[in-house]
């Protein structure tokens, strides 16, 4: 049985107020995270090698070696300034970096590709959970903004840990991909299971929709239009990525970037449908209690013409007039009943007959 939906809650947007008179690149974070402490590790790699420091920012790696630099906690605006500066980031893209409400993007610069995007997962209670996350790309280090530890690059580690994995003998901008693409992936997941409460959703409103129906169907469509505007330019982005001409992005990388491209494509038109079986649900709910509502008219029009007739000899028998024969026959009475079922069971009879019953 499907749980009940949880109430959709409706959060105030203070964007546009906190960024009311500032200039532009002012580092002002943007969010519903509480105050959190700015924690850094590395993984520093490659075919041979592979070791993790804690809270230290290395901006040039060991020659020979690949960098993934970890940022985990966006609210802490001065943390982030100095990173900012250690990897000489502009100013507009740290405002960007700790805005979780800007929209995905790529920027190009001479020394890095910058880009954000969302990571939809499913938490321990199945309910999703949007978190703002930042790629930047440098010429052998990547360098990860997020907001918790929470995350979906769990098998990307993993990969990286396993000596014997493609990751380990490729570069920053392979690496790059894979994380981009880990988080195309877990979209995937987030669409599943949409998919099954839509379906889990049309059998109840086929079979008993009930009011609470109705709610359920508007929250999930809300939900995919919020899911809609996540995921929905990751595939223009992914597809700058491969046409671009920038030095950190090789040929061999965009050959692996055109099959994320592919998922890309493929999720866009999952959100299409499901946002029209969405729609279509709320119209099929709409009809179904329509006709749930015929059926209850149904029998009491059946039930109204039934008494008519009845209500009617009743009426007339029931007048206080002296000069009224039938009221002195004997069996008079039982004669009425008589009446009274013989035109019952003929109206329930007609009835059957032209199928209104």
Same mark, same amino acid.
């Given at each position: 049985?499907?749980?009940?939906?949880?109430?959709?809650?409706?959060?105030?947007?203070?964007?546009?107020?906190?960024?009311?008179?500032?200039?532009?690149?002012?580092?002002?974070?943007?969010?519903?995270?509480?105050?959190?402490?700015?924690?850094?590790?590395?993984?520093?790699?490659?075919?041979?090698?592979?070791?993790?420091?804690?809270?230290?920012?290395?901006?040039?790696?060991?020659?020979?070696?690949?960098?993934?630099?970890?940022?985990?906690?966006?609210?802490?605006?001065?943390?982030?300034?100095?990173?900012?500066?250690?990897? +000489?980031?502009?100013?507009? #893209?740290?405002?960007?970096?700790? @805005?979780? &409400?800007?929209?995905?993007?790529? %920027?190009?610069?001479? =020394?890095?590709?910058?880009?954000?995007?969302?990571?939809?997962?499913?938490?321990?209670?199945?309910?999703?959970?949007?978190?703002?996350?930042?790629?930047?790309?440098?010429?052998?280090?990547?360098?990860?903004?997020?907001?918790?530890?929470?995350?979906?690059?769990?098998?990307?580690?993993?990969?990286?840990? +396993?000596?014997?994995?493609? #990751?380990?003998?490729?570069?920053? @901008?392979? &690496?790059?991909?894979?994380?981009? %693409?880990?988080?195309? =992936?877990?979209?995937?997941?987030?669409?599943?299971?949409?998919?099954?409460?839509?379906?889990?959703?049309?059998?109840?409103?086929?079979?008993?929709?009930?009011?609470?129906?109705?709610?359920?169907?508007?929250?999930?469509?809300?939900?995919?239009?919020?899911?809609?505007?996540?995921?929905?330019?990751?595939?223009?982005?992914?597809?700058?990525?491969?046409?671009?001409?920038?030095?950190?992005?090789?040929?061999?990388?965009?050959?692996?970037?055109k099959d994320t491209f592919d998922h890309c494509l493929e999720i866009n038109e999952d959100i299409v449908l499901y946002r029209e079986m969405s729609t279509s649900l709320m119209e099929m709910?709409?009809?179904?209690?329509?006709?749930?509502?015929?059926?209850?008219?149904?029998?009491?029009?059946?039930?109204?013409?039934?008494?008519?007739?009845?209500?009617?000899?009743?009426?007339i028998y029931g007048m206080n007039f002296d000069n009224m024969p039938e009221l002195r026959t004997a069996n008079g009475y039982y004669y009425l009943w008589a009446v009274f079922i013989l035109?019952?069971?003929?109206?329930l009879i007609y009835f059957k007959k032209k199928d209104w019953l």
């Open positions: 049985m499907q749980k009940n939906l949880p109430k959709p809650k409706i959060k105030k947007n203070h964007r546009s107020k906190s960024k009311l008179g500032k200039a532009p690149g002012a580092i002002n974070y943007i969010g519903n995270r509480k105050e959190q402490v700015t924690k850094v590790s590395t993984i520093s790699y490659n075919e041979n090698e592979y070791f993790v420091t804690k809270e230290q920012i290395t901006t040039e790696p060991t020659k020979g070696l690949t960098a993934f630099i970890d940022v985990v906690g966006l609210t802490d605006e001065i943390a982030i300034a100095n990173i900012g500066k250690q990897f +000489n980031l502009n100013n507009l #893209i740290l405002e960007d970096l700790v @805005d979780t &409400l800007q929209r995905p993007k790529i %920027d190009e610069y001479e =020394d890095y590709v910058f880009g954000i995007f969302k990571m939809l997962y499913l938490d321990e209670n199945h309910q999703l959970v949007v978190e703002h996350v930042a790629l930047t790309l440098f010429k052998n280090t990547v360098v990860v903004f997020q907001e918790t530890d929470d995350d979906v690059f769990g098998e990307v580690i993993k990969r990286i840990e +396993n000596k014997f994995g493609r #990751i380990r003998s490729r570069g920053a @901008d392979y &690496l790059f991909f894979a994380l981009l %693409d880990a988080i195309v =992936d877990h979209y995937f997941i987030v669409l599943d299971d949409i998919k099954n409460k839509l379906e889990l959703l049309e059998d109840e409103v086929y079979n008993n929709p009930q009011k609470e129906s109705a709610r359920k169907i508007q929250y999930l469509k809300k939900e995919i239009l919020r899911i809609r505007k996540w995921i929905f330019p990751v595939k223009e982005l992914v597809n700058r990525l491969i046409q671009s001409e920038h030095q950190l992005i090789s040929k061999e990388t965009k050959l692996f970037l709910y709409m009809t179904n209690m329509s006709n749930k509502m015929n059926e209850v008219m149904k029998v009491l029009t059946v039930i109204a013409s039934i008494f008519i007739p009845l209500t009617f000899i009743a009426g035109i019952f069971l003929g109206l």
